[in-house]
């Protein structure tokens, strides 16, 4: 049981490439989450998908799109990469019921844009 | 809207200390309160929780009740390790919304 995996740990961007980050979780959760993380802003919200079949933005969507590629399965893309992208990017997920407010987290890309 | 608010760190303590980060909340509705703990290049991890007003939540020594006439939810340990250094972020999941709300996130240093 893995939990949530994150591909790549680490990624160096020059600006105006794209890449596509990869989060998986073998939980069976409904609902997973796209966040970065920067210094003194704790962590903001980019995208969520509280289904299979459903995305919705978050505080920071700018710049971003994501999948939902089945219910394991959610990926970030950056289209055209931004030094302001610069960042740590966590994916997580939750269940159902009581449950969906506890969000399990993978172990982070972390993001350089040149 | 919902938000938390925690004491800024870096908080220095020599091991064995006594812990306190203070985390306070604005939410409508009734929110569940959590502390998560991320350790050096790792991702987050839930530390304890508590759903409902008077709840204390416990876990590897560190408890915090849910307060609501103050609307806080503070973190304790009675005696600090080396291992406990980490950034501890406290987070509500609100009633109006379906998502977590963070705090900045609390820098722990424990000195042996």
């Known amino acids: 049981n893995a939990g949530v995996t994150q591909t790549p740990k680490f990624q160096v961007l020059k600006t105006g490439q794209s890449m596509t980050l990869q989060c998986a979780q073998d939980m069976n959760h409904n609902s997973m989450y796209w966040y970065r993380q920067d210094p003194g802003m704790g962590l903001r919200l980019i995208y969520y998908?509280?289904?299979?079949?459903?995305?919705d933005k978050g505080e920071v969507p700018n710049g971003y799109n994501v999948s939902r590629l089945n219910k394991r399965e959610f990926s970030l893309r950056l289209e055209s990469a931004a030094p302001s992208q610069t960042s740590v990017y966590f994916c997580?997920?939750?269940?159902?019921?009581?449950?969906?407010?506890?969000?399990?987290f993978g172990p982070g890309t972390r993001l350089t844009v040149t | 809207g919902d938000s938390v608010t925690q004491m800024e760190g870096p908080v220095t303590l020599s091991e064995e200390a006594f812990l306190t980060i203070n985390c306070t909340y604005t939410a409508t509705g009734y929110p569940s309160l959590f502390w998560y703990v991320q350790y050096p290049g790792e991702g987050l991890q839930l530390l304890l929780k508590?759903?409902?007003?008077?709840d204390k939540g416990s876990n590897k020594g560190f408890e915090a009740t849910y307060r609501k006439e103050t609307t806080s939810f503070h973190l304790e340990k009675g005696s600090v390790q080396v291992s406990d250094s980490a950034v501890y972020f406290c987070?509500?999941?609100?009633?109006?919304?379906?998502?977590?709300?963070f705090g900045t996130g609390t820098l722990l240093a424990v000195q042996p």
């Open positions: 998908s509280a289904s299979e079949g459903t995305t």
């Open positions: 987070a509500l999941h609100g009633g109006a919304t379906n998502k977590l709300i």
């Open positions: 508590a759903t409902k007003a008077d």
């Open positions: 997580a997920s939750s269940g159902h019921g009581q449950g969906a407010r506890e969000q399990y």
